[in-house]
T-cell receptor
Framework: NAGVTQTPKFQVLKTGQSMTLQCAQD?????MYWYRQDPGMGLRLIYY???????DKGEVPNGYNVSRLNKREFSLRLESAAPSQTSVYFC???????????FGPGTRLTVL | QQQVKQSPQSLIVQKGGISIINCAYE??????FPWYQQFPGKGPALLIA?????SEKKEGRFTISFNKSAKQFSLHIMDSQPGDSATYFC??????????FGRGTQLTVWP
């Protein structure tokens, strides 16, 4: 099992460009999450999907959209990137009936 | 409003010493309190977790102490090793709900 995979690992964008961060899990988990991590701020929830076909906003959803494509995949889209979105983005998944979240390796995004 | 407050922000401990990281929460509905460990360039991984019906949980050198009345919990790392150098996050959640993370503690263990 690969667990949670994220692509790309690194990305540099110019202000105003758009891009999609991809996340996939092969553990048959129901719930999936997108976080951003900034120095001194911990992990902040952007969006989550409790189950296939549902998505909900987290703490910091502005400037982002998500798609739960199927049970395996949960993508995060930046429509018009801003320097404030420079961060490390983590995807995570959780199985029904279990509190533990499993995290991917992260995507380091820089917006110039 | 920050749901979980964590301190200190950074911690330096000598090899063999005890590392202590503290967290506090406000919401009494939280019923699951995990600690995550993150190494540079990696995603966080679950280290140890506790429910509020017990006051302490120990796994090897790692112990969570839980004080329900004070709404505080802490991570103790006994006999700290250089390999323990990482960032540690406390968190809290309602059962099977979303996690609320503290801001993290960067631990450095000097050999």
């Amino acid at each position: 099992n690969a667990g949670v995979t994220q692509t790309p690992k690194f990305q540099v964008l110019k202000t105003g460009q758009s891009m999609t961060l991809q996340c996939a899990q092969d553990m048959n988990h129901n719930s999936m999450y997108w976080y951003r991590q900034d120095p001194g701020m911990g992990l902040r929830l952007i969006y989550y999907s409790a189950s296939e076909g549902t998505t909900d906003k987290g703490e910091v959803p502005n400037g982002y959209n998500v798609s739960r494509l199927n049970k395996r995949e949960f993508s995060l889209r930046l429509e018009s990137a801003a320097p404030s979105q420079t961060s490390v983005y983590f995807c995570a998944s959780r199985d029904r009936g279990n509190n533990e979240q499993f995290f991917g390796p992260g995507t380091r995004l820089t917006v110039l | 409003q920050q749901q979980v407050k964590q301190s200190p922000q950074s911690l330096i401990v000598q090899k063999g010493g005890i590392s202590i990281i503290n967290c506090a929460y406000e919401n009494t509905a939280f019923d699951y309190f995990p600690w995550y460990q993150q190494f540079p360039g990696k995603g966080p991984a679950l280290l140890i977790a506790i429910r509020p019906d017990v006051s302490e949980k120990k796994e090897g050198r790692f112990t969570i102490s839980f004080n329900k009345s004070a709404k505080q919990f802490s991570l103790h790392i006994m006999d700290s090793q250089p390999g323990d150098s990482a960032t540690y996050f406390c968190a809290a959640t309602y059962t099977l709900g979303r996690l609320y993370f503290g801001r993290g503690t960067q631990l450095t263990v000097w050999p």
